[in-house]
C-alpha cells in the first residue's frame, strides 16, 4: 500500500484539473462548479484512503517520495508525512469540497454575468433578497436596492463581466493543491515555493471575488494581505538560505532535506537568528499577536468561501511551520524565544476576544476569534508537552472545523440580507430556526463548549500548559470566559430576541445544498467531541516524537498532575 | 634614417590573432559593417526586411560560433581578449537577448503607421515634417546596424583583459546606444531629451573610466588586468594611485548599470527610448556590464577585496532602496520598470558582494532571468495602445485585466517574476545570488535586499491591483492584437521566465560550469 505515491496524487490532481477549469469559459460555468465539486471530492476520498494507509506509530515520514530537482542547491520534491501533517491534509481535502458547494451560488446572482439581458434583472431575482424588494419599501429596502442599479450603470458604461466562476474554482484547485504541498513537503526550499505559491490564489480570491460593493477596502485588504505575507516570506527567505549555508558547512553538499537539517548541530547564536526568520513569517501567517492586523481586514474582505480557506487553513500552514520547523530544527532557539510566544500567545488570546466583542462586522468578528484561538494553539506547541502539542495540533483542526462553520453560516446570513453589519440582524431564530440552530453549534464548538470538538483539544491545551507552568494555564483559562461572551452575544444580537428589521421577516431559512453543506461539519463537531481517539492516535505519537526528538520529554509523564511537586518551572 | 626606422619595426612581432576563437566577436562586426553597407546601398522598402534578416542570422551565426567555442579558455590578440567560461556564458546572453530584440524592433504592425523607430529623426519636432515623420511607413533602419555595433562593443565588454580594450569596447556599445535611445516615433521631444541626456552623462562617465584607466597605468605600469593585480603589493608607488583607479574605473562602471548614486539617466532613458530599445538596453547593457564589473572586481582588484567590499555594500544598499522606494512613486510604466531595474542591479550587487565563485555563477543566472523576464515585460507594454501611442500611464491600465485577461495575466506573470514569487526565475536568480551573499558573510545586506524586494512587490503589485481589481475604464486603452514578432517575443520571454523558475537545473549548471572554469589571466 505504501508504494502508493499518495501525496503527489493528492497534489497533481487538483492541480491540473485546476489548468482544465481555468481553460473553461463563462458560459459553462455550470459545469465548471460540477467538475471542480467532483475533483475535490475524488481528492477528499483520497485523503481518506490515505489515512488508513498510514501506520501512526511508525517513526519518521510515511508516503515518502525523493526526487532531484535543483541538485546544485541540493534541493529535491521531497514529500511525505507524519500524523501532523496528514490531519492538516484531511482537513485540507474536507474544507475544500465543502467551500465548492457553499459557494455554488454566490456568482451565479452577480447581475453582471448576465450581460445583455441587464434589463431584465427585475423580474427575475438574481439577487436573494430581490424578491421580497417591491413590497417592503424603507430604508433597509433601499441599500438592498443600491447594488443592482449600480451594477447597471456600469453594465452599460463597460459591457465586461466582472467575476468568472471558472476563474474562482480555478483558484480554488490551486489553493488545494499548494496547500498539500506546503503540508507535504519534506523539503524546506520545496515548502517555501509552496508557502509563497499559496499567497498568489488568495490574493485573487480577495481582490476579485470578495464583496462587489467595496472594491477600494477590497484591493487594500487583498494587498496588504500579500505585503505582509511576502514580507515574512522574505524573512523566512534569507533563514531557509542561511540554513542552507550552513548545512554547506557542516555536511559535504548543502541541503534542504528536512531529515539532514534535523541532525545539524547549530551553534545557538546562528539558531536564533533562523529561528527569528521562521518565527515571523510564521507568525504572520498563524497570525499571532502584534502581526495580526492583516487578518481582520483579509477575512472580512474575502468572499466567504476564501474566508473559510484563509482562517481554516492558510493560517495553520504557520502554526504547522512553528511544530515542524521552528521547534525541531531549532531547538535551543525555541526554548530561548519561548517565554516570548508564550507571552504573544497569552496577549493574543486575551486581545483577539476583547477585540472580537466590539465588532459590528461577523467576517471581522469571526477573523478576531481566530486570533484567540491561534493564542491557544500556539501556547499548547511552546509549553513543550506532548499532551498541549497534540492537544495544539487537533486545535487546528477543530478550529478549521468549528471557524469554518461560524464563516459558512455568516456567509449564509451575508447571501440572505447582502450585509455583514451586525445591526442589520436580529430574532432570526424564528425566521430560520435551522439556520439559527447551525450558528449555535458552531458557536459553540468555537467556546469549546464540553461535548464539542473543540472541547478536547482546549482542555489538552490547557491541562499541558499547566505541568509546564501554572500562572500562565490559569490566566490562559480566563480567556474561555471571554470566548463565551462573544459567541452568545454575536448570537443574541443575531437570532434573539424580536425581529427587528422588516427585510428579515421573510428570509429563507437553508436550502438542501446548504444543509448539505453543514452537515458533514457538524456531524464531526459533534463526533470529535465525543470520541476523538482516531485522530488523537494519528497525531499523538507524531508531536511526542517531535518533542523528544528535541530533548524535551515530558515533565512527569505517568503521574497525575497534582502529584507534582510544587514550582513552576 | 630610413634604416633605423625599419629595423625598429622588425622588432615588434605582430600579435597572433587566433580568428577562429574570436569568430563570435568578428561575425557580428562584420554583421554590422554590411549592414552600413545595405543601408547606403538598398531600396528603403527593401530595407526594412534585409536588415533585421541579416542582424538576426549575423546574431544566430554567432551564438553558433560561441557554442562552438565552448570549453576554450585562453588570453587572445597578446592577451588584449580572453575567451573563457564567463565570457562565452555572457556573450551567448548578449547574442540571445539582442536577437529578441530585434523581433521587437522589427515589428511593424504595432502602430498604424509603422513601428516604433522614427521614419526620419532629423526632422525638429513640432515642425511641418514631424508629421509626416511619425505617419510615415517608413522607419530609420540605421537602428539595425546600430543595435549590431552596439552588440559588438558589449561582446566585447565582457571579454577584455585589458583597461584599454574595455574602454574602446565601452564606447562602442555605448555611442550606437545614445542615437538608438532618440529614435522614437512618438514622444519625439521626450526621445531626443533622453538621447541627449544620456549622451552627456554617459560621456561623463567615461571620463571617469578614461582618468581611472591612466591611474591604474601609473600604478601598475600596465593596462593588463592580471598585471595590475599582480603588481598590487609589489610595486613601489603610492597606493593612491590605485585607489584612485578603483574608485573612477567603479564610477564608470556603476554607471552602466544603473547602481546608485549613479543611476539619474536610467528613468529618463528608458521612458524616453523607442520601447524595443528600452528592452535591449535593459537586458543586454546590464549583461554586458556585470560581466565587465565581475572582470575588473575580480581579477584587477581581487587582491584588495577587503578595501572594496565596504564600498560595494554602500553602494549595493544605496541602489537597492533608491531603486525599490522611488519606483514606488512613479505613475508611468516604463519609468517604474526603470526604478526596477535600479532595484534588480541592487540585488545583483549582492550577489558580488560575496566576492566568492557562487557569486559568479549566481549573477550570470540573474541576469539570464532578468533579461528574459525585463524584454517579455517591454515586450506587453509596447502592445497596450490608445490612438497617442503607448498607454504608458499607469493609470491607463486601469482593468486591463478584465478587457484582456491573457494579456494582463502575462504582465501579472512577469511582475511577480521581477518580485521574485517562487516558481518563477526571478525567484530562482534571487535565491543564486543571495545564497552566494550569506555563503560569503554578507548576511545583513541579504536581509536589507529582502526588505527591499518587500518594498519592491508593493509597486509590482500595485499594477496587479490596477489590472485586476479595478473597473475599466471607457476609453481605455487596446490591446493590439496583429503584431505577431512582439507576441512572439512575449512568448519567448515569458516561457523562459516559467522554465527557469520551475526546471532552472540546466541553466544552472552551466552557468556553473562557466563559473567554475574562473576567468582566464
Known amino acids: 500500500m505504501n508504494s502508493v505515491p499518495w501525496l503527489t496524487i493528492l497534489l497533481v ?14 458560459r459553462l460555468a455550470t459545469q465548471a462548479k460540477q467538475l471542480t465539486l467532483a475533483v475535490t471530492l475524488a481528492v477528499l476520498v483520497l485523503a481518506v484512503l490515505a489515512t488508513f494507509a498510514y501506520h501512526p506509530n511508525r517513526a519518521g515520514f510515511q508516503f515518502s517520495q525523493h526526487y532531484d530537482w535543483i541538485s546544485t542547491f541540493g534541493i529535491s520534491y521531497a514529500v511525505g508525512v507524519d500524523g501532523i501533517s496528514l490531519v492538516l491534509i484531511l482537513l485540507t481535502a474536507l474544507l475544500v469540497p465543502v467551500v465548492v458547494l457553499s459557494s455554488w451560488d454566490e456568482f451565479d446572482g452577480d447581475p453582471q454575468d448576465e450581460g445583455p439581458a441587464g434589463g431584465a434583472l427585475p423580474e427575475d431575482g438574481g439577487l436573494p433578497a430581490g424578491g421580497g424588494l417591491p413590497e417592503s419599501g424603507g430604508g433597509t429596502a433601499v441599500l438592498v436596492a443600491t447594488p ?77 494581505f500579500l505585503i505582509y505575507s511576502l514580507l515574512g516570506g522574505l524573512l523566512m527567505l534569507a533563514a531557509v538560505i ?51 492586523t492583516w487578518l481582520p481586514d483579509a477575512g472580512a474582505q474575502a468572499p466567504v468561501g476564501g474566508a473559510v480557506l484563509l482562517v481554516g487553513l492558510l493560517d495553520k500552514v504557520g502554526t504547522f511551520g512553528l511544530i515542524r520547523y521552528c521547534i525541531p530544527l531549532f531547538p535551543d532557539a525555541s526554548d530561548y524565544f519561548a517565554p516570548v510566544v508564550l507571552a504573544l500567545a497569552v496577549i493574543g488570546i486575551f486581545y483577539g476576544a476583547l477585540l472580537a466583542i466590539g465588532q459590528r462586522d461577523m467576517k471581522r468578528l469571526v ?36 471557524t469554518g462553520l461560524l464563516f459558512l453560516v455568516v456567509g449564509f446570513l451575508i447571501a440572505r440580507r447582502g450585509t455583514a453589519d451586525i445591526g442589520a440582524y436580529g430574532g432570526l431564530a424564528k425566521v430560520t430556526p435551522v439556520l439559527a440552530g447551525v450558528m449555535l453549534i458552531a458557536g459553540l464548538s468555537s467556546l469549546a463548549l464540553p461535548g464539542t470538538n473543540s472541547f478536547v483539544s482546549e482542555f489538552l491545551v490547557l491541562v499541558g500548559t499547566f505541568t509546564y507552568n501554572k500562572a500562565l494555564a490559569i490566566v490562559a483559562t480566563t480567556g474561555i470566559v471571554l470566548a463565551a461572551i462573544y459567541v452568545l452575544y454575536l448570537y443574541q444580537r443575531t437570532m434573539t430576541g424580536p425581529i427587528t428589521h422588516e427585510a428579515n421577516r421573510n428570509l429563507p431559512d437553508l436550502s438542501w445544498r446548504e444543509k448539505a453543506v453543514v452537515a458533514p461539519m457538524i456531524a464531526l463537531i459533534i463526533g470529535l467531541g465525543v470520541y476523538p481517539k482516531p485522530l488523537l492516535d494519528i497525531i499523538r505519537p507524531s508531536v511526542t516524537a517531535t518533542y523528544t526528538d528535541v530533548g524535551r520529554s515530558d515533565p512527569a509523564p505517568p503521574h497525575p498532575v497534582t502529584s507534582q511537586p510544587g514550582g513552576r518551572s | 634614417m630610413s634604416a633605423i626606422l625599419l629595423a625598429q619595426t622588425e622588432k615588434i612581432t605582430p600579435p597572433s590573432i587566433e580568428y577562429s576563437s574570436l569568430s563570435p566577436l568578428l561575425i557580428v562586426f562584420v554583421v554590422a559593417l554590411v549592414g552600413v553597407l545595405v543601408d547606403a546601398f538598398a531600396e528603403r522598402a527593401a530595407r526594412r526586411v534585409i536588415q533585421p534578416v541579416l542582424a538576426g542570422a549575423g546574431f544566430i551565426a554567432a551564438l553558433i560560433a560561441v557554442a562552438l567555442l565552448h570549453g576554450r579558455h585562453a588570453l587572445l590578440a597578446a592577451g588584449a581578449v580572453a575567451i573563457d567560461g564567463p565570457t562565452l556564458f555572457m556573450q551567448g546572453t548578449i547574442l540571445v537577448f539582442a536577437l529578441l530584440s530585434v523581433l521587437l524592433v522589427a515589428e511593424r504592425r504595432l502602430d498604424s503607421s509603422g513601428g516604433a523607430i522614427v521614419a526620419s529623426a532629423a526632422v525638429t519636432p513640432g515642425s511641418k515634417g514631424s508629421t509626416a515623420a511619425r505617419t510615415s511607413a517608413d522607419m530609420q533602419t540605421e537602428a539595425y546596424p546600430l543595435m549590431v555595433f552596439s552588440v559588438t562593443g558589449m561582446m566585447l565588454f565582457v571579454a577584455s583583459n585589458n583597461l584599454l580594450v ?90 552602466k548599470i544603473g547602481a546608485a548614486p549613479f543611476h539619474s539617466w536610467t528613468p529618463d532613458v528608458y521612458q524616453g527610448a523607442p520601447t524595443p530599445v528600452t528592452a535591449f538596453m535593459a537586458a543586454g547593457t546590464k549583461v554586458a556590464a556585470f560581466g565587465a564589473i565581475l572582470r575588473v572586481f575580480y581579477i584587477a582588484f581581487g587582491p584588495l577585496r577587503w578595501d572594496w567590499r565596504p564600498v560595494l555594500w554602500a553602494v549595493a544598499i544605496l541602489t537597492m532602496v533608491v531603486g525599490a522606494v522611488l519606483a514606488l512613486t512613479q505613475r508611468d510604466i516604463k519609468r517604474m520598470l526603470a526604478y526596477s531595474a535600479i532595484a534588480h542591479a541592487g540585488f545583483l550587487l549582492v550577489g558580488l558582494a560575496g566576492t566568492n565563485t557562487d557569486g559568479l555563477r549566481g549573477a550570470m543566472f540573474y541576469l539570464v532571468t532578468y533579461g528574459f523576464t525585463t524584454i517579455a515585460a517591454f515586450a506587453v507594454i509596447s502592445l497596450v495602445r490608445t490612438s497617442d501611442g503607448e498607454a504608458s500611464d499607469l493609470s491607463q491600465w486601469r482593468g486591463l485585466g478584465r478587457t484582456s485577461p491573457l494579456v494582463a495575466g502575462t504582465f501579472s506573470f512577469l511582475l511577480m517574476a521581477l518580485a521574485g514569487i517562487p516558481l518563477t ?97
Request: net charge positive; hydrophobic share 55%; proline share 5%.
Open chain 1, 148 to 224: 443592482p442599479v449600480r451594477v447597471e450603470a456600469v453594465a452599460q458604461a463597460v459591457p465586461v463581466p466582472r467575476r468568472s466562476v471558472p476563474v474562482f474554482c480555478a483558484l480554488l484547485l490551486v489553493l488545494e493543491a499548494g496547500l498539500v504541498g506546503v503540508f507535504a513537503a519534506t523539503d524546506v526550499f520545496l515548502f517555501y515555493v509552496f508557502f509563497e505559491a499559496i499567497l498568489i490564489p488568495m490574493y485573487f480570491l480577495i481582490g476579485s471575488f470578495g464583496p462587489a460593493q467595496q472594491q477600494a477596502q477590497r484591493s487594500y485588504a487583498a494587498v496588504k
Open chain 1, 242 to 292: 542561511g540554513l542552507y549555508v550552513v548545512s554547506a558547512e557542516h555536511l559535504a553538499h548543502g541541503t534542504f532535506d528536512f531529515a539532514s537539517l534535523r541532525q545539524l548541530d547549530i551553534t545557538p547564536g546562528v539558531q536564533k537568528l533562523l529561528f527569528a526568520g521562521f518565527f515571523i513569517a510564521f507568525a504572520i501567517k498563524a497570525p499571532l499577536f502584534p502581526f495580526h
Open chain 2, 166 to 255: 574595455m574602454f574602446v569596447a565601452l564606447e562602442i556599445l555605448s555611442l550606437p546606444l545614445y542615437l538608438l535611445t532618440g529614435l522614437a516615433r512618438r514622444r519625439r521631444l521626450l526621445s531626443q531629451e533622453a538621447a541627449m541626456k544620456y549622451f552627456l552623462l554617459g560621456a561623463f562617465s567615461s571620463a571617469f573610466f578614461l582618468y581611472g584607466l591612466a591611474f591604474a597605468y601609473g600604478y601598475a605600469g600596465s593596462v593588463e588586468l592580471g598585471k595590475i593585480a599582480d603588481a598590487v603589493g609589489t610595486t613601489g608607488r603610492t597606493d593612491a594611485y590605485l585607489y584612485l583607479a578603483v574608485g573612477l574605473i567603479a564610477v564608470g562602471l556603476f554607471f
Open chain 2, 425 to 521: 526565475s526571478g525567484f530562482t536568480g534571487k535565491f543564486a545570488v543571495f545564497q552566494a551573499a550569506i555563503a560569503g558573510h554578507a548576511t545583513p545586506l541579504v536581509v536589507v535586499a529582502l526588505v527591499c524586494s518587500a518594498i519592491a512587490a508593493f509597486f509590482y503589485v500595485r499594477v496587479i491591483v490596477l489590472m485586476f481589481f479595478s473597473e475599466p475604464l471607457a476609453q481605455g486603452p487596446v490591446v493590439v492584437t496583429r503584431p505577431t514578432l512582439t507576441f512572439a517575443t512575449a512568448g519567448i520571454g515569458t516561457l523562459a521566465t516559467l522554465v527557469l523558475g520551475v526546471a532552472p537545473q540546466p541553466l544552472l549548471d552551466l552557468a556553473n560550469t562557466a563559473a567554475s572554469s574562473g576567468f582566464v589571466r
Open chain 1, 367 to 402: 477573523s478576531y476569534t481566530s486570533l484567540a484561538h491561534f493564542g491557544f494553539i500556539a501556547l499548547g506547541l511552546f509549553a513543550f508537552t506532548s499532551q498541549a502539542g497534540t492537544g495544539a495540533v487537533l486545535y487546528m483542526v477543530n478550529h478549521g472545523l468549528s
Open chain 1, 13 to 26: 490532481i487538483p492541480a491540473l484539473a485546476a489548468v482544465v477549469v481555468a481553460a473553461f469559459p463563462r
